[in-house]
């Protein structure tokens, strides 16, 4: 079980939201967000509606204002709790439909220019737990939610290209 609350203005204050599920419309409850405070469980937040627009990962911790989440604005509209799990694995792919030359990981990646010799992954399957891809090295860029199932494309996982820096298990440590 997971909880976030969500603040409007900057450093904990002004109107505030408790969640602790997954919320696919979160404009009724506030109309910015500047500062988030995560109490439990790990969080996939999305600048739109329906887990749709940038993605924002955050585990457990205090979020003073956006900038702290490596977020583009004060928009929240729908975040997700990411579930716990105790095994991670992956495969990525260097074309469509798992072709190509093919690589699994079990652990975080800061770099998959030096792992991997590829820039870009068009294919991936999440064989366990959940990961967190980026689109630069060392976790940064543009983040990507990635529960268990197959993404025979990049536009599957929702990106724009087929860039990835790096990847990350999704764990919490209570």
């Not at 405070?37 to 509606?49: A, F, I, N």
């Not at 004060?74 to 439909?97: F, N, Q, T």
């Amino acid at each position: 079980m997971g909880k976030i609350t969500f603040y409007e203005d900057r450093g904990f204050q002004g109107r505030h939201y408790e969640c602790s599920s997954d919320h696919s419309n979160l404009q009724p409850y506030f109309s910015r967000c500047n500062s988030v405070r995560v109490d439990s469980g790990c969080w996939m937040l999305y600048e739109q509606p329906n887990f749709a627009g940038c993605q924002y990962f955050l585990r457990r911790g205090d979020y003073p204002d956006y900038q702290q989440w490596m977020g583009l604005s004060d928009s929240v509209r729908s975040c997700r709790l990411i579930p716990h799990a105790g095994s991670h694995r992956i495969r990525l792919y260097e074309r469509e439909d798992y072709r190509g030359q093919m690589v699994e990981f079990t652990e975080d990646c800061p770099s998959l220019q030096d792992r991997f010799h590829f820039t870009e992954i068009y294919s991936l399957n999440v064989l366990e737990g959940s990961w967190v891809l980026y689109e630069l090295p060392n976790y940064r860029g543009r983040q990507y939610l990635l529960r268990p199932g197959e993404y025979r494309r990049y536009h599957d996982w929702g990106a724009v290209n087929a860039r990835v820096g790096s990847l990350r298990r999704v764990m919490d440590f209570y």
